[in-house]
């Protein structure tokens, strides 16, 4: 224990608990983080200090060494009690040591208190992405923490001064084998970490240069605002109309079916349909933002710059929505009324609608697309049932059925490649730091930057260059169902890609489940087509590979009640006999009227 606590020799104990505080804890720090410990879980357990955490919860075992100078700084403290007891008197004689300490000390404070917030920061960042909880209101600046680090050097050799001098030493006679161990692991590590950061942040670079060639395209955001814009200009007043006159439709719609619109629902009572119409026949806004539709949707201005495509708004996402639920309606009422040219051009403006989508590349907007997509097609399974449609209709929806299919893995690559360039866009935002305003009524967050602590916590430079690399390499495919099983080779240093990745498969099945209303929609105009020029369906049914089973879709013809019903398994890989509903059962179903009884 003498030994331990350097009994004879406090000059040196102090120097050595000083190097332990120090650099001893960066390196721990430093290892800790090289070894991939800074798990999503960890640092959510540091941004919320560990609040409401039992013994019986699962700590990753690297919170030992994030808890260690805990113990270093209780050591130092003995050390400098010891110190002070041992040397009184001649810390008395020289009371004008007494002023150097304390300011030495409260540097060291200042310094541990700075790098605790930083941490803190980086901490509640990655553990709470997307919340609020992740913004500050004004930017650490790194000035700060690099005149720590020098200063931290200034206490050490300033106390390694005070101790030789009070032992009446040379100042190099201060440092026992501990400090210098102390020293040379900082050493170690420092360089390891740099070597490390430099060389990863060189691959990374080649990494996304490869990437960008198998798209075709870079992983940036001016990318992906070239193909948004195409060479248009934005109409702000063009979406500020139809934003007044959508809220002017719901408004003249009753509560309880402005309601069950809004949630999707098709269910309308026949009463219901009846009151729907009788509105929006007289409605001129209704009119009005039909005729707006009736032709190619201007885009809208949108800020793709680099580090905030995080932000960026998409407003007119409802607006679209609900335009394309009420002309489902629209075509439920055409039919009923037998008017088959309003039912078309009800059709086509939701053709509109998907290309000015399919525009933007990004994956929120693929997923409202494909939502948008349902809805049309919905309207054509309503005109395919209606009877109304001549050969030469059915073989002008069977060309665009076909037309998509075929583009469906390029437009499935754009999308992953758009949101490839959002996440990697994101770590861009994290290295460099954001301002972001979330409403006009609000005043600036700051997301504080990590760039630019690049060379005081290399370990955190390599960490996100990692990162980057992982979610560039990681997005080297043509379906997103593939993300998953690249993500599983990637163990270490993947803590922005544990947080973005796993819900990108799911995604996937997503843009498979539009792929097969297409398989399924053009099947039913086979046998459409076939019924008018023959006057019955053909004997056999040729149908389609079902992506999800990887077999043939099931059907049923049902003779009492006229039609042939397809569907694919869906999602949960199960056959429900053709039944999706809210119970879990999510069959892709389309029928077609007209079987032989």
Known sequence: MKKFLYWNAP??????????????????????????????????????????TSLADKIP?????????????????IQLIHVIIFY???????????????????????????????IHSWCTIFSHYGDTSM??????????????????WGVFLTVSKIAANLASCRWYNVYGRGTICVLILFGLTYLVSVILAVNSSCKTEKTAEEVGRFFGKPLTAEALKNDYYRGHQADENFWKKVSVLRDT?????????????????????????RNIENILGKSKSFAQWQQMFSQELPVLKRDYSTGKLSF??????????????????????????????????????????????????????GLVLIAIEKIRLAGVEQLLNSGFLTKEELLKFKTDIEKRLADFPEFHRQYIHGEGTFTTDVTQMIAHGQNVKLSEDEPDNFIPAMYPYRWLAPAVWYTMTRNRETLIKVYKVSDFTEVNDL?????????????????LPSAGKRFHELEMVYRIIKTILELKYSQLQNGK???????????????????????????????????????????????????????VAGAEK
């Open 537 to 591: 369906f053909p004997e056999k049914i040729d149908l389609p590979v079902d992506w999800f089973s990887k077999q043939k879709c099931h059907y049923v013809i049902d003779r009492k009640k006229g039609t042939i019903k397809i569907w694919s398994v869906g999602r949960n890989l199960k056959n429900d006999e053709g039944v999706s509903d809210k119970s879990g059962k999510d069959d892709i179903i389309y029928s």
């Open 135 to 152: 913004f500050f209101s004004t930017p650490p600046s790194p000035l700060w923490l690099y005149a720590g680090c020098c200063a931290a």
């Open 312 to 365: 960026l708004r998409m407003p007119e996402f409802v607006l679209l929505r609900d335009f394309c639920r009420l002309e489902l309606i629209q075509i439920r009422l055409a039919i009923l009324h037998k008017n088959k040219k309003q039912a078309m051009i009800s059709i086509e403006r939701m053709n509109y609608v998907y290309q000015h989508l399919s525009r933007d590349k990004i994956l929120i907007s």
């Open 249 to 273: 439709v719901k408004n003249e719609l009753p509560e309880e079916i402005s309601f069950k619109f809004s949630s999707g629902a098709e269910d309308f009572s026949a009463a219901e349909l």
């Open 88 to 118: 009184r008197k001649q810390l008395l004689k020289q009371w004008k040591w007494f002023p150097v300490l304390f300011v030495c000390m409260a540097l060291c404070g200042i310094g541990t208190i700075l790098l605790f917030l930083l």
């Open 11 to 52: 000059e040196r104990g102090i120097v050595f608990a000083l190097a332990l505080l120090l650099f001893g804890s960066w390196s721990l720090w430093s290892i800790l983080i090289l070894s991939g410990g800074l798990s999503p879980v960890f640092m959510g357990l540091i941004a919320c200090g560990f609040e409401g």
């Open 61 to 77: 075992w690297q919170s030992l060494l994030f808890a260690l100078p805990l113990l270093f700084l209780f050591y130092f403290l």
């Open 487 to 503: 993500h599983d080779q990637f163990a270490n240093h993947t803590i922005l890609a544990r947080m973005l990745l796993p819900s």
